[in-house]
Structure formats: C-alpha cells, structure tokens
C-alpha cells in the first residue's frame, strides 16, 4: 500500500457551542492540513498521483474555506464548524475529485493549533 501526504492551511472564524467558554467567543485559527491518499497500484509514470494534482484539488477545497466565517457555512457536516467536522468535509470533497476506486482518501488531519488537531480517518 503507498500512501501520499500533502499539508496546506487555510485561515478562518468560528465559534463552537457547549465545549467551553473561551470557545464560544467567536475566535480564528490559522489550520495547517494534512491530506493523505492511498492506493495499492502506480500509475503509468510511477506514481500513485502526480502531487501537483493532489495539490491543485486541495486549493480548490480550502478556498472553500478560507477567510470564511466557519458556522455560516451550509456545507460543513451539521454546520458545526468542529476541527473534526472540518476533517470530514475536506476527505469527502477531496475523494469527490477522485473517479478511480484505486486512489483512496485515507484520512485528513485538521490542526487548529500546533498542540491541537483532529483525524477523521476514511
């Protein structure tokens, strides 16, 4: 099994319900992104996917995010805008980009701080 990782990052609002105090005060993260796929077979050139496409299907996603106020978006599972709803949404956009059952998202990882992150793992 070969698996790929791509990080990328996007900047954005929200504010959380029922976790704690400070986080319910609408407060900003810079999230750093880590994308991994995975695939048993190389492709023609030796690759499971050229990382330049993996990259290109990552921006489109995190312009979908970024400098946005998280909770108004429809798109966000539940519009909990959660580190761990974030993780969903990016692996489920970015398997849409795949057409291939060979190249598989096998999880995103969401870090809201350099301490902090959350793994949804497909």
């Not at 990382?51 to 599972?77: A, Q, R, S, V, W």
């Not at 949404?89 to 057409?99: M, S």
Request: charged content about 25%; aromatic content about 8%; proline content about 2%.
């Amino acid at each position: 099994m070969f698996e790929l990782k791509i990080l990328t990052h996007f900047a954005a609002a929200h504010k959380l319900k029922m976790v704690s105090e400070k986080c319910e005060n609408l407060h900003g993260h810079n999230w750093k992104i880590e994308a991994c796929v995975a695939g048993e077979k190389l492709n023609q050139a030796g690759v499971l996917v050229d990382f330049g496409e993996l990259k290109n299907h990552m921006t489109e996603i995190m312009d979908t995010l970024d400098h946005k106020y998280l909770n108004e978006l429809d798109y966000i599972p539940d519009q909990i805008p959660s580190s761990e709803n974030i993780a969903r949404y990016i692996a489920v956009k970015l398997q849409e980009h795949f057409d291939t059952p060979s190249i598989r998202v096998s999880r995103v990882t969401v870090w809201e701080s350099e301490d902090a992150c959350a793994t949804f793992t497909v």
